[in-house]
């Protein structure tokens, strides 16, 4: 199978191009990305030499370029995407054309291209706050932040294509993902690289935001076998069951790397924050998957990850990161106060 893999350049993009060539010895990857900020060339430098491995540098946006590394693929997987929320409220419009308008050109290029297997990779953030029980694949869609509700247009616009067109399309949507190689704007890189600074881990509002973190080896395999086994026109969750909040995982890292709890920090609320997520996978598990990793052991090896590989880190926590940090956070961090009782 040749498989085309967009965003290949970011973390759970990265992640799935490791797993793809280590577990399918004649799988070919054509690896696309822009290499927006959050898109590190470096996440498959090991892949430097390997002849089953190709790099496109491109958007997906740019229907030529989509057009001529689809030519010849016999699978898509889309990561590509703009992901973070609190990006997605400084800036609606960038979110909107990456996981809206460059889906619709990817799947124009797949459709003219005649791809066989597309699996669009989603979140399960297009469900919305969910304050019991577990989404089904059939649950409502309620996004809430600018990130979610073009998510969740993308998805739907690219499963219109299976309905109008007979694009054989399926969706994944996966709940918050850990692991080596994710760009350190999101909660855990955040709390990781931060405490191994000495600096201050910036909680929103009371901390009692409940997350399923899942490690992005399981998800990597969810998603490789929707692409391989699932049906055409199908959604998939891939989620565990094991619900932490902000509070818990940043006690389980600043435990981690020893540090003290005194670098919890509470601040002002993110607008329109989601206070849990909860995936039914019976779907995916009735597939055959099933996540390996604990929520500890997830954590763990994150942790270490980021501990022995700061000078992957490092030279990120600068320039354009820096700007964004300090305008996401300085202002909440000033007027922010320590974690009681």
């Known amino acids: ?20 060539l280590s577990q399918h010895q004649n799988a070919q990857v054509v690896a696309l990305d822009k290499l927006t900020y ?16 190709e790099f496109v540098h491109a958007d997906i946006c740019d229907a030529d370029a989509a057009g001529e590394a689809l030519a010849g693929c016999d699978a898509l997987v889309n990561f590509a995407a703009e992901s973070h929320v609190d990006r997605s409220v400084m800036d609606p419009a960038a979110f909107v054309r990456t996981n809206v308008e460059g889906v619709r050109v990817l799947m124009e290029a797949a459709r003219t291209h005649g791809v066989k297997r ?3 990779v989603s979140t399960d953030e297009v469900y919305g706050h969910v304050p019991e029980g577990a989404a089904g694949e059939d649950a409502r869609l309620a996004p809430r932040n600018p990130y979610s509700a073009t998510k969740a247009g993308g998805e739907l616009l690219a499963m219109s294509y299976f309905t ?5 399309v399926m969706v994944t949507r996966g709940a918050n993902t850990i692991g080596p ?10 709390f990781v690289t931060n405490a191994i600074e000495d600096k201050p881990l910036p909680i929103y509002g009371e901390g009692q935001a409940v997350r399923n973190y899942m490690y992005v080896a399981d998800h990597c395999a969810g998603i490789d076998l929707v692409l391989r086994e ?32 005194s670098l919890m920090r509470l601040i002002d609320d993110r607008p ?13 598990e009735a597939l055959g998957w099933q996540p390996q990793y604990t929520f500890q052991r997830a954590l763990a090896e994150t942790v270490q990850w980021y501990v022995d590989n700061e000078d992957w880190w490092q030279p990120i926590k600068s320039g354009s ?14 007027q922010s106060r320590p974690l009681t009782g």
């Open 230 to 261: 699932g049906e055409p026109g199908s959604v998939y969750n891939v989620g565990v069951e094991f619900e932490v909040n902000t509070v818990s995982l940043a006690m389980g890292v600043l435990e981690l790397l020893e540090k003290p709890r």
């Open 164 to 168: 109008s067109f007979g694009l054989p």
């Open 272 to 284: 329109g924050h989601d206070y849990r997520y909860s995936l039914n996978s019976a779907r995916l």
């Open 118 to 120: 597309i699996v669009h």
């Open 181 to 190: 190689h994710q760009y350190p704007e999101k909660v855990v890189p955040v």
């Open 38 to 53: 959050a898109g590190n060339p470096e996440n498959f430098a090991a892949f430097d030499g390997d002849s089953r491995f």
């Open 321 to 334: 990161y820096r700007e964004y940090y300090e305008k996401n956070y300085a202002a909440r961090l000033a």
């Open 1 to 20: 199978m040749r498989i085309l893999i967009a965003g290949a350049a970011g973390f759970i993009g990265s992640n799935y191009v490791r797993f793809v």
